[in-house]
């Protein structure tokens, strides 16, 4: 008669240990999954969108992907049936330089930023100081593959146009990455950087450029 007894206490015992193992490798899987999404890092300013512009290196930092900014519906709708959207609209307004293809305006456009092309506002044979100088009182970055405006911004210590310099031109094959660029340091071309865009990083300079 012990003998029943002890069978049931073992095939008691191996459904506990089978419960524990299985219990153990869904605690794993879980964690494994967990652990593998990587993490996003955001600065969060509260409904105050201005306190983007006072730490304009750190939002630089590459381990953060942006600023969260929040906004009350009372911003949005100021009075009853009142409504203004202004406040969380993109501000940066792109101009599109002769050596880039206005195929690109295209891009800016669909991802909702303004956009126009050089050859639409101005001479296409005008000089780099004349782009230059329409685009910072237009309030706008120029979005560019020539180096030499680069140089201009060094040389003479201007605080704009923000410049986005990309070192290949067909939306094609770039334009996720600027796009996620454009996302990322929006509020630094507004307040005025230099940015350069390869299919590796983005690299950001706040401007003025130190000789």
């Keep these: 008669m012990n003998c029943p007894a002890v069978s049931i206490a073992r095939v008691s015992g191996d459904m506990t240990v089978r419960k524990t193992v299985c219990c153990v490798l869904f605690i794993w899987l879980f964690g494994a999954s967990v652990s593998a999404k990587p993490a996003h890092h955001y600065v969060f300013v509260g409904q105050d969108g201005e306190k983007i512009k006072l ?19 009372r911003q949005l709708e100021p009075g009853k049936d009142e409504y203004d959207f202004g406040a969380i609209q993109p501000a940066v307004k792109l101009l599109v330089a002769m050596n880039l293809s206005p195929s690109w305006t295209t891009v800016f456009i669909r991802h909702g930023w303004e956009s126009v092309h050089w050859s639409s ?9 004349t782009i230059m100088k329409w685009a910072r009182t237009n309030g706008y970055v120029l979005f560019t593959h020539d180096r030499d405006f680069t ?6 210590g201007a605080e704009g146009p923000s410049v ?20 990322k340091y ?26």
């Design 164 to 183: 986005m310099r990309t070192q290949d031109v067909t939306p094609g094959h770039l334009e996720q990455i600027v796009v996620g660029a454009l996302q």
């Design 186 to 211: 929006e509020a630094l071309l507004e307040a005025g950087a230099l940015i350069s865009i390869d299919e590796a990083r983005a690299r950001v300079r706040i401007l003025p450029l130190a000789h």
């Design 55 to 73: 730490a304009l290196s750190f939002l630089g930092t590459e381990s953060l992907e942006g600023a969260q900014v929040a906004y009350s519906w």
């Design 121 to 129: 506002v101005g001479d296409p044979r005008g000089s780099d100081r």
């Design 151 to 156: 140089s201009l911004l060094a040389t003479t």
